[in-house]
Nanobody, 122 residues
Framework: QVQLVESGGGLVQAGASLRLSCAAS????????MAWFRQAPGKEREFVAH???????TYADPVKGRFTISRDNAKNTVYLQMNSLKPEDTAVYYC????????????????WGQGTQVTVSS
């Protein structure tokens, strides 16, 4: 099992950039698919991006071309670079981990961080 701690959220204006980090503790980090989800007030948690151990990323349509997921297996850390932020990106962003197989369903992930707030003002 890994434990996850997110950081890097904040309040920014539309068009700005933020980079979120998720530090994992525990063993065998490279065996995990790492994902980012987000949840806006009154909405369900939604998939943002996931990345396989080799670095291949998959993105939700609303963030394609603006967000980039990456991982550093030596540092047990996954990142989410968010560019050209929009007010509709405002949400709590969660890091999640799942062994081996990728998924875009939140219910398929057993390990979650505590979340970090991202607020984008217009």
């Amino acid at each position: 099992q890994v434990q996850l701690v997110e950081s890097g959220g904040g309040l920014v204006q539309a068009g700005a950039s933020l980079r979120l980090s998720c530090a994992a503790s525990g063993r065998s980090f490279s065996d995990y698919v790492m994902a980012w989800f987000r949840q806006a007030p009154g909405k369900e948690r939604e998939f943002v991006a996931h990345i396989l151990r080799g670095g291949f990323g998959t993105y939700a349509d609303p963030v394609k071309g603006r967000f980039t997921i990456s991982r550093d297996n030596a540092k047990n850390t996954v990142y989410l670079q968010m560019n050209s932020l929009k007010p509709e990106d405002t949400a709590v962003y969660y890091c999640a981990a799942r062994r081996f197989l990728p998924s875009i369903r939140p219910d398929d992930y057993a390990t979650w961080g505590q979340g970090t707030q991202v607020t984008v003002s217009s």
